[in-house]
């Protein structure tokens, strides 16, 4: 069996052939001849790199009239500001590596070799930062479904605060105390959502614990009256209710709930509580403190 010979030419040999026949037809060039070859391709190069020039500065005056058109179009329309945001920042770094693509293949580097190497930064980057990928995922995410808004009351990630923006890859609240916290839109697109801004109404809970013999009726009665008397207590979408709930293990609860307006829901809830406080006792009410009976026997032998 005659054994195969592979004929392809390694690749650096063919570079030393082109570098040999090169450098021998310099050496049968006369110094008029090589000076001639130089200058053509002085030339020819020099075009190159002046039409690559011109396409670059042509291309970003063309990027910048695009984000100044994009920018109009959103502030006439009233597009939400972090929608206008991420919007022109993407247009702009797509249209910006569009050009340097459109640049660099002029300058006679070919499209393909440079999309191969630009998969493979690509790649690399995309596993360094694969969290930062993630967050920008999840900024897309938030910015199509629309779980909150700029101004939205929310509880995310363990944080309650007023969105003041939605960044491309975090979202920024200030707290009620006006800490300024930065979410990333990765953990906060997964995870549980509270927007307290959706509605213009709010439901406002109470939990009282009152000491086991005191009289049940009354105590529902005087939570009643307490919020029937408070303006900012709606009867809609049903009127203020309260109600024995739950037999605890030193005390009873009682639960009072009313609907309010959002703006009203803290001023409402805390007013109450102090209302409680000073009223209970004196209507003969107590609360109760967690005790523990210990029962001692006398065991005799």
């Avoid at 001849?33 to 396409?55: D, H, M, Q, R, T």
């Amino acid at each position: 069996m005659i054994p195969q010979i592979d004929l392809t030419p390694d690749p650096s040999d063919t570079l030393a052939v082109e570098i040999s026949e090169t450098i021998h037809k310099l050496s049968s060039m006369s110094g008029q001849e090589i000076f001639s070859s130089v200058s053509e391709s002085i030339i020819k190069w020099g075009l190159k790199v002046l039409a690559a020039i011109l396409l670059y500065l042509l291309g970003a005056w063309i990027i910048r009239r695009v984000k100044k058109l994009l920018r109009k179009v959103f502030t006439k329309r009233k597009v939400e500001p972090s929608l206008a945001t991420f919007t022109v920042s993407f247009v702009n770094i797509s249209l910006t590596v569009i050009l340097f693509i459109v640049v660099v293949s002029i300058l006679g580097v070919p499209t393909s070799t440079f999309a191969a190497l630009l998969a493979a930064g690509g790649l690399a980057v995309g596993m360094a930062l694969s969290g930062t990928l993630q967050n920008f995922a999840g900024g897309v995410m938030l910015l199509l479904f629309k779980p909150f808004k700029v101004g939205d009351y929310i509880d995310a990630n363990g944080f309650s605060g007023t969105v003041d923006a939605i960044n491309i890859t975090s979202t920024q609240i200030h707290t009620v105390d006006n800490k300024i916290v930065h979410l990333p839109n990765g953990s906060v697109a997964n995870s549980n959502i509270q927007n307290y801004s959706t509605s213009e109404l709010r439901r406002v809970d109470w939990n009282i614990s009152v000491s086991y013999g005191d009289d049940a009726e009354k105590g529902i009665a005087l939570l009643k009256d307490y919020l029937s008397k408070d303006p900012r207590v709606l009867n809609t979408p049903e009127p203020p209710f309260a109600a024995l709930s739950q037999l605890g293990d030193s005390a009873i609860i009682l639960t009072a709930r009313a609907w309010t307006k959002n703006s009203d829901y803290w001023g409402l809830y805390f007013d109450i509580n102090k209302l409680i406080y000073e009223d209970f006792p004196k209507q003969g009410m107590t609360f109760p403190y967690p005790q523990l009976d210990v029962h001692v026997r006398n065991v005799q032998d």
